[in-house]
DNA sequence: TTATATGCAAAGCTTTTGCGCTGGC
DNA sequence: GCCAGCGCAAAAGCTTTGCATATAA
């Protein structure tokens, strides 16, 4: 918790002002690799400092997703999740049967969307892909 | 307003007690293409009944939702926009400068996305595909 | 020092729910 | 007549915000 995480590095870059708590979250976001919500997202805050409250963890969600360096995302449970942008592009495949999430990319789509978004006289600046899937019955379980 | 929407036949499909409110709220999801949240759902259905209250509107259309004869869409907005569930399927395109929505389908990634579930040994039930364009014009300007 | 960020609590928004009454079947 | 559905209002869940204080630069 003393060497600057990735994030806090980012933040930097884009020239935020890094105060205690934004240094707390910054470690928090970067050390996990799951997608955890603005809740999970405090309590794992509230362990390195414990006067950090809810309330900032909102703000300085927002402000990295502003800054670009955080992605937020929906996955249809009615709050947001967020992970550190990706060095490369992923999509998200959620497993409605233990709600893991997987991550994959696929070159492609990329490529078609672009083409797609082209053809409507759009430059696409975002997208958003989610497959939600069950385990196939005759592969192995994970 | 007084012949059955698409929409009301399909709830009688599905064996659902057609009460008034719930007439009224399919005839406004017929009637109307665009992707309505549930308070414009609202406004509209007290144009035909001005006693439908909007806990209503959120009952029936989750439990619409719920009968496969709707979708619920989220665009990002902090609310849930719905539309009938089409005839055939497509994604759609938002312009992030009118907020306007475009419909369209594509062969290849609906395949391409049946593959990817495929090879982490899943099967597909459902996905999700949004693309955030500007118009092109605008992107060249700036 | 001075502007910006924080903590706390209150409020905002969308959505859900408890309850007594209404109305389809 | 019964039971599901309805309207109303209250509440729940997530997120934002006003304000006084604390802190980074």
Do not use: W
Request: hydrophobic letters at 35%.
């Amino acid at each position: 918790m003393s060497l600057p995480s990735r994030l806090e590095k980012m933040c930097l870059d884009k020239g935020l002002q890094m105060t205690g708590p934004r240094r707390v979250i910054a470690a928090v976001l970067s050390e996990f690799a799951d997608h955890p919500d603005v809740e999970q997202v405090h309590q794992r805050a509230v362990l390195l400092d414990k006067n950090i409250s809810i309330a900032t963890v909102y703000r300085t969600v927002r402000l990295f997703e502003e800054a670009g360096i955080l992605e937020r995302h929906d996955f249809r449970e009615g709050k947001a999740r967020y992970e550190e942008v990706p060095l490369q592009h992923h999509d998200h495949l959620i497993d409605l049967k233990t709600n893991a999430i997987i991550e994959f990319q696929d070159e492609q789509i990329e490529r078609i969307q672009k083409e797609i978004a082209q053809k409507f006289g759009y430059t696409s600046v975002d997208h958003r892909l989610e497959l939600y899937g069950i385990p196939a019955e005759n592969s192995e379980k994970k």
